[in-house]
């Protein structure tokens, strides 16, 4: 609870900034935007969770009939509404919202969208329970997921082991627990999800694309 509310703050306070920074892998988040328009039918109804400032859900928007974007960041859903208000799309809903907080919604979704999420959840065994329990049979999960390397690495271990820590103790990094895209893809299996499409980036930190329909 403690470590939910330090990210809020965390969040929160960087929200303006977070919107104002432009998008470090541009080829990879047109990449991955394309892919997931490609899974959605105009009539779906999507759930994103973590969306940030809203952007990827404004892009998504004119391909399904309606999407529901959430954050537990009052500040990114602050500004996710200002560009509402500017580009006046009707089919899209912003509110804040933890993951496992969705209960009130009472709807099924077609898809939920998770993009540069799952490594910053405490309780990510729960949260992909609780996520599949959100989405109709046969529809998807689409999330795209920051995973350690599978051979670790000298470098990888001072990233995760020193400087995360050295930056959440002094407030500049939220919480973060990188596992590697196979245990990923084993939990989402445990969970009622089969895995249709995955795509990686190469580097110290493999950035993984999945796509999960749930059986
Ligand atoms: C790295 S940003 C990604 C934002 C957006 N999905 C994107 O790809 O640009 C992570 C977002 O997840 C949100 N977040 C972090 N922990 C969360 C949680 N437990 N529940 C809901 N949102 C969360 C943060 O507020 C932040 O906006």
Redesign the pocket.
Known sequence: MAA?SK??A???KI?RK?AASP?RDMDG?LMTLERTKSHLKSEDKVL??????G??ALLIAPHVAHITA????L??IEIANEKLVRESVGNVTFKV?????HSSDDVSYDAV?????LH???ALDS?LEYISSLIKPGGLFIS?TVCAPEHGGFKYAMISKVAIPFMQAIGKA??VDFITAETLERKMNGVGFDIVEKTDKIGMFTSRYIVARKS
């Not at 994103?48 to 400032?53: A, N, S």
């Not at 969208?113 to 999420?117: M, S």
């Open positions: 939910l990210d809020v965390f969040w929160s929200s977070y998008i988040y994103e969770i973590g969306c940030g400032t952007s990827t959430t954050d537990l960041s500040g990114m919202a933890e993951v496992l907080d969208l998770a993009h540069n999420l910053l959840l405490p949260a795209k939220p919480f």
